[in-house]
């Protein structure tokens, strides 16, 4: 079946700094999304992006399809930008996802 | 509102009995997912339907069952063949049509004792 690794598995930065984060996929998909998962669990719906650039506030994201890869931007970052951010894609009815992204952000 | 209902939120059961998870969904939506989710862990496909009546088993089917008899409604039993039950259980949905997205709900922690 389809793999979707994300990096960093990882990251820590002090709040203003700003950071990317990479999903790779290894076949061709239907759809993709960007999540970040709040401490309380609940994932909350960032980016629907198959396919192009989009931006919300400093947030922004970049899909690549023909390379099979999706970036997330986070600008400026705040304590509250802290979590998970998960990538996931569809292929087939089926919506997989990636291992994570654990973002820390320090004051 | 519109939404993906988990219930209950928090959810404690003994050893080798069954428990049902509840996911409803007022969004309209033809397919639904359960996913487990372990501390430190992605998100593994449990079960997914995509429309009524039919599901198909995701990547760690075994020791679940599910029905889909209702559109709105896509119930998870965590049955005591269920290994390692203790873990954070989300359901999502979307429509079946290309180029959408699917929403989560809250969730749901099981605590096996």
């Known amino acids: 079946g389809i793999q979707v690794e994300q990096s960093p598995p990882d990251l820590i930065l002090q709040e203003g700094a700003n950071s990317t984060l990479r999903c790779n996929f290894s076949d061709s998909v239907n759809n993709l999304q960007w999540f970040h998962q709040n401490p309380w669990g609940q994932l909350i719906n960032l980016f629907y992006?198959?396919?192009g650039t989009k931006q919300n506030g400093r947030l922004s994201a970049t899909t690549v399809a023909t390379e099979r890869y999706s970036l997330l931007y986070i600008s400026s970052s705040q304590t509250t930008d802290s979590g998970v951010y998960f990538c996931?894609?569809?292929?087939?009815?089926?919506?997989?996802f990636g291992q994570g992204t654990e973002l820390s952000v320090k004051p | 509102d519109g939404g993906i209902t988990q219930s209950p939120k928090y959810l404690f059961r003994k050893e080798g009995q069954n428990v049902t998870l509840s996911c409803e969904q007022n969004l309209n939506h033809d397919a639904m997912y359960w996913y487990r989710q372990d501390p430190g862990q992605g998100l593994r496909l449990i079960y997914y339907s995509q429309i009524v009546n039919d599901f198909q088993k995701g990547d760690i089917a075994e020791g679940y069952s599910v029905s889909r008899e209702k559109k709105e409604s896509f119930p998870l039993t965590v049955t005591s063949a269920q290994k390692n039950p203790t873990a954070f259980y989300l359901c999502a949905s979307r429509t079946r049509a290309r180029n959408t997205e699917a929403f989560f709900g809250q969730g749901t922690r099981l605590t096996v004792v």
């Open positions: 992006i198959p396919s």
């Open positions: 996931a894609v569809e292929r087939g009815g089926k919506l997989i």
